[in-house]
Every structure is written in structure tokens, then in C-alpha cells.
């Protein structure tokens, strides 16, 4: 992260790292040669939605945070699925399937590189607040191997939103490369999907694509046929798609449900300054390992992760990403004079987040008698409020989809990403995300493959 080069940022001449600032002034971004780098920072208007780009999406760029979400809420958000079945059953299978691992706590509580997290721990604690260890897909063992000097240090070298050289399972390293070792499997990189519609003979459906160059200009297009379409591409890719093909007639009969129901899951950043008795270290790992729970707090409903903040140097900064419940949504809408599908998201509508992170830090800052960062996220600015790591919905399991994804009027079209989860999971969303895809496609294939 200190030092990224073209490989970081999806087709941008220069990097926009989340936290962007550093005492209030912009110092943070780089130039870059423009490439198909791991990580894009999307404006959606009222929003910057930070997605992974490339072969195994967001986990190429994520923090790997394997988090199941409290089961209340899984029901209260998803009434329609069996919730015995996804804890007794898909839960289980997407945490196997992804690799979820757990840090040894023992070395938690000695290395260097989780002081940040400790400190983080110890001053939530101090004013009440619960705290829980967070499993993760980047292998533990690696990590402590790493600190050994045993293998290449990837996690505790400044390695994460641009992607992980060494020790992170990404999608690559474990789904796509089970279904890549049956032999049926073929992946054609660098292609974007830029309409679907029925097929204008034979039945099924023709899919056009661009196919781009490592500069992102497009070297050809192309169209094939096929009976099943599977829409995969991501709560703002897929409901971008859909919004379109709608509006544009392409695919007409569409319900209504499609392109609503978008929102942040509740994401707001904020960063602390600790006193000088609390260092952070300079040396932090970049794979977040715990979290402060004060969800069951109906004014404050808040699951924040400790994020570390590695600088390579002590700056005594806690930083936390805060996963709220904020009960705003956002709309696609397809906007015909510029032919692009807008989102309706408003930045004064995070404004329920920051006040239920505010009600937790608060009661922290004034019992360690400390305040906050507001040099971080621009020049004299506290809540890192206008962007997300976390979009959710667009078209959510039974309203937009039946209760499997299947889209309603065209056979053989489904969806099966982010964007049927309806706005906020609670925590982070991969793992639902995964598992809502399991139960999904166990019912697909044995229903409609066979
Ligand atoms: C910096 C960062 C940190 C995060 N940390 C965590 C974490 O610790 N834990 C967690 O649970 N979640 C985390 N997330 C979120 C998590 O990565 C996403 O929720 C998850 O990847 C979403 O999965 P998805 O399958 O819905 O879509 P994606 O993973 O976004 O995959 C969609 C894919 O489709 C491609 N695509 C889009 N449009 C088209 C098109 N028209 N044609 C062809 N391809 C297309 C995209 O390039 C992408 O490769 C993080 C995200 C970011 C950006």
C-alpha cells in the first residue's frame, strides 16, 4: 500500500486509497500507469464503491474477514430462506469452501504486528464494549511464518486493497480452482458484458461483450449464445446490467424490485488519536482479526472492525471500518441521454451511520480522554463517510429473483452475487454472500441442470 504501482488500481493514471488524507492535506495518492490493476474505486455519485476487479473479484482486494452474521438478523433481513438450513448447512459449506481460519491466539497476544489491534481492544473494553476475534481467508499459519522470516512476507509487509502477493485464499485459490480442475471450465479474462437479451433464434440467450486491452481500450466485440446465463458480477455490476437491458427493452419484462434496495451496509471509517502511551506500532499486519460488537445496542447498532493503518511508521492512530444499520436505500435508475445506469445514493444519507458509530467512539474517546482523527478522510473531516467496501443489493432473493435467484419471465437467467442481499448484512458480506450462493445453486443445479 505504500508503494503501489500499476497493478493496484483498475485502469486510473492515479491510486484513491480510501484514506486519502494525512494531516489534512492529500498526500496520500500516487500516479500510476494505467492497467487492469486488482482494485476500482466506482463514483456512483454520492458514493465511491470499492470493488475487486479481475479473476476472483472482491477477494483478490479484501480484507478477508470471514464473518457469519448474527442469526436474528440473517432472519430479519432474509425472511424467505430456511435459516435452519443456512446455519446447519450452507453456512458450514461456504466457510469449508472459502478456507475460514482462525489467528492462533497465543501469537494475537505477543506480536508486534496486532498491537494496533490490542490497543483497539483494550480502549473499547475499557469503556464496556464487547470485542470478538474475526476468522479469515488469509492463512494464519503463512502469517506467523512470515514473522519468522520463513517465507515471503505478504499480510505484515503492507499488502491488502491491492491485492495480496503470498498467504491470502482468494477465490482463485479455492472455488475457481476446484470448479478449473473438473476440466469444464473455461475463463476468458479481460471481457466485459455489455448486454444479455433473448436470442433471436434457437431460444436461449445471446450475450454481447467487449473484449479490452491491459489499457482498457477495446480490441473486439463478440457475441455468444447461451441457454443459461448466470449473472455474477457484483451488486453494482449486475444491477447496473439489469437496470439497463430493462430500460433499454432487451429484457423488458423484468419486475420492478429491479435496481432497488441498494445500500452501503451501513459503512463509516473514523480514525482516533491515541495518546502516546498507547502506541500502535509502526509494524501492523493488514488483515483485520478483530472486531467491537455492540450490535444489540438498538441506538448504536454497530459491528466495527480494528483496521490497521500501516504506515510503516508509529502514529499512534486507531482506525476502525464501522458496519452500521443504517436503514437508508438507493435506487438504479438508467439515465437515457447519457446511456449509463445512475445510483441514487446521497451521502447525507449516511448520516444514520456516522450517528450510531459516533454513539460508540464517543463514549471511548471520553473515557480515554483522547479525540478524533479529522486529518484522514480530507481537511478537517472526521467520518470517512463517502465511500463503501460493502455494497449490498440491487436485486434482492425473492423481490427481484424467486427465493433462488432465478429472475422471474426469463428462464435460464440468475443472479447470484451481493446483489440480493438487501442493503446491510450486519457484518462483513462475503461468507453470506457464498453461502447464499450454495443454497442457491444446490437447488439450481438439481432442478433446472439436470
Ligand atoms: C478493499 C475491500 C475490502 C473488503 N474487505 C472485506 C472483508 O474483509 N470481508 C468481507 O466479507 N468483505 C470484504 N469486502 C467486500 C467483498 O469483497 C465483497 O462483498 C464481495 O467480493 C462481493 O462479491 P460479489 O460476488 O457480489 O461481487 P464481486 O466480488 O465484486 O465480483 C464481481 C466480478 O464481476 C466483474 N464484473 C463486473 N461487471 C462486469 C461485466 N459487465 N462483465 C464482466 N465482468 C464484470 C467484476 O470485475 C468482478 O470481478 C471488501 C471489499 C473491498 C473492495
Redesign the pocket.
Known sequence: MLNPDKRSFWLRNYTDQPVGYFLGAPLVNRPIEKYVGV??SENMGGIRV??????????L???????TPKRSYFEEILPSVDSNEMYGTFFPRANAGLGVNHIDQAWFESTDYYQFARVGRKTAERSGFATAFVPNVYDMNYMKQEEAGQVTKSALDGEV?FGNNHGKKSLDKTYLAQAAATGKLTITTL????KVAPAATGGGYSVE?KQIDEQGNTIATKTITADKVFF????I?TSK?LVAMKAQGHLPNLPGAVGQGWGNNGNVMVGRANHAWDATGAKQSCI?TMGIDNWADPAGPVFAEIAPFPAGAELWISLYLAITKNPERAQFQFNSSTGKTELSWQTSQNQPAIDMAKRVFDKINAKEGTIYRTDMFGTYKTWGDDFT???LGGCILNQATDNFGRLPEYPGLYVM???LVPGNVGV????T?TALAERNMATVVANDLS
Open positions: 482494485l476500482d470499492y470493488q475487486g476487479r479481475g479473476v476472483g473479484g472482491g477477494s482486494a479484501n480484507g478477508g474477514m470471514a464473518v486493497i471481457h466485459e458484458v455489455t461483450m455474477a458480477a457484483g451488486s455490476g446490467l483485520p467496501y460493502h455494497p452475487d451481493g446483489s462483513n458480506p462475503f461468507v454472500i
